[in-house]
């Protein structure tokens, strides 16, 4: 926690990917994961990449996949291996594992015991067609009596069944928060894995000319660097991402870590989306060719980015148009991303 | 997809390169001043030389403005007091079983929409109209007012004695920036890709920025317009 500046993020995460196998087989998965893909990653690899990581400084690394616990020892060898560098460590799981209070705790207690810091929960109308809430909720309870910190994710688009409402209000939650104290439980637009699709969405949750002030840039590019289950290391860890080939930068099995960072640091795309946000970059775009369209059609960014990396008319703007960008984005970075960046004389407001 | 074909716009070096660039912006008032002046030329006098970089390239107004902001004595005191106070009211949480309460205020959504209204008032009082209206490239503005209303906006007033060409044309402008507009999405599997912060960000103060830009410039311009038209 930062006191005497402002509150400006640091430091990178490795995602790690150990299977893209998932016990759901969720429509419009963001892996496309579901129970028959059998693509698993090498426990070396996996601990080759966290070995890596913390030589590089990165800070922290999250299990996550397909269904991260569906490759058990894998998992916990991460985790463990994770631990033993001084790197924390934190998994996204859709908790189908806690079938019963004591098997949820029993998971539990094996990765905390592992040195698990943090874990993450994924429900709502698709994941809950294969893993009924009140195991999300068991598991929340047995991490939290752990001492874990958790975090709920709840996909949502305009109809739907399972809300941050209805969670807080099932007895099994109430009873949970009487003990725990309330889970953070965040919302999400659920997105179709196609550019051209528009999702079921509230008006207000789509990005147009009025809402744009309020989508800054990229949280994942250039910060989250992931290997996915089958060895590929990507530029980011956004919904979708297999689908372009842009943000595949390298594979465990053959690149070093530090060299496809590099490779992803040169591309000014990638830098220009971390600043701007794919939404902006659609804006821009749609100035210099009207004839795309971008307004109310999406709610969430990775969708947005879908589209500036397959829509051809987006791509030969980007190609044609880029230069005139590089003087502000290098400007946005370092108002950004230096943390001493324009501050007042003589950190005179230091406290 | 052969290489060729895809949207990969590689530059040699382009990390060190940048990194040159900002630590250049960082150390020398002289090229933070030539680099808004003209980026082009700064760019190309640097580490860009062989870039061809179009003479019309511009930095964003909200990101100027975001620079006089965060270089804004006063203002910047506010933010980090501010900053400060938040820091004291999460550590007040009792640990244990407060972590998750804790956890809970740090993603708190309306506490950040609530936070950026803060700011928007706090750089209302301390930085001055004119900054604000060189930044916008709106001219002339006398003062920049905020008022709070009972909905979940702001509305900024400025009134202005000249707009453009248009001179001894007193009237206020009123515009609404709507902070209201924030909601999570989460980008990735992992869905607290870094960890919460407390406190402004630089990325909120941007987001200020840019609804200020946003909405205040067209309207500022459209005013002038039709006084310049004899409305």
Known sequence: M????????????????????????????????NPKVKTYLDVAHVLSAIDQAAEAGYSTVVFTGGEATLAWETLVAGIEHATRL????????????????????????????????EINFSTGDQHAR??????????????????????????????????????????AYIALAERHGPVMINESPWMPLSASVRGDYEADQLVNARTLPAHGGCDSVLSTTTV??????????????????????????????????RRAGDDFLKRWIRVEGPERILAWAAVKDPAIEWEDMYAHRCQACLRLYQDPRVRQVIRDHHAEKIADVLYAEWLLLDSNAAKPGANAVEV | MDDSSRLVLEYPELARRADAVVSQLASSEDFRNAFVADPTSALMSTAFAEVDIPEQATLDRANRLLYRLLSNRDFMAWAVQRQRELVEEINAVPRGEGEAGRQRMLWDQASR???????????????????????????????????EQPSDRIVLSTRASSVNTVTNSNFTVTVTV??????????????????????????????????????????????????????
Not at chain 2, 133 to 143: I, M
């Open chain 1, 2 to 33: 930062i006191v005497g500046q402002l509150a400006d993020r640091t430091g990178r995460t490795l995602s790690v990917m150990p299977t893209w196998r998932c016990s759901a087989a969720c429509g419009n998965c963001g892996t496309m994961s």
């Open chain 1, 86 to 117: 001084g790197l924390p460590s934190r998994l996204v799981t859709n908790a189908h594992w806690a079938v019963t209070p004591a098997r949820a705790e029993q998971r539990v207690q094996a990765l905390r015991t592992a040195g698990l810091t």
């Open chain 1, 130 to 171: 294969f893993v009924p809430v009140a195991r999300v909720i068991a598991a929340a309870d047995a991490a939290l009596g752990s001492g874990l910190r958790v975090a709920i994710m709840v996909e949502t688009t305009k109809e739907r069944a399972i809300t941050r409402e209805t969670i807080e209000t099932d007895p």
């Open chain 1, 228 to 261: 996915q289950a089958d060895g590929t290391i990507a530029a980011c860890c956004g919904i979708g991402m297999r689908l372009i080939p842009e943000l595949q930068i390298g594979d465990i099995r053959s690149t070093p870590l530090v060299e496809a960072d």
């Open chain 2, 113 to 147: 929409v609530e936070l950026q209204r803060e700011a928007l008032n706090a750089i209302a009082r301390y930085v001055p109209a004119e900054v604000i209206a060189e930044e916008l490239g709106v001219e002339s503005v006398d003062s920049v007012a905020l008022e």
């Open chain 2, 178 to 231: 709507v902070l209201g507009l924030l909601f999570v999405v989460i980008t990735a599997f992992d869905m607290t890709p870094y960890a919460p912060e407390v406190g402004i960000s630089r990325a909120d103060i941007q987001s200020v920025a840019r609804f200020m830009e946003a909405q205040f410039v067209p309207e500022m311009r459209q005013r002038g317009s039709r006084l310049q038209e004899g409305e």
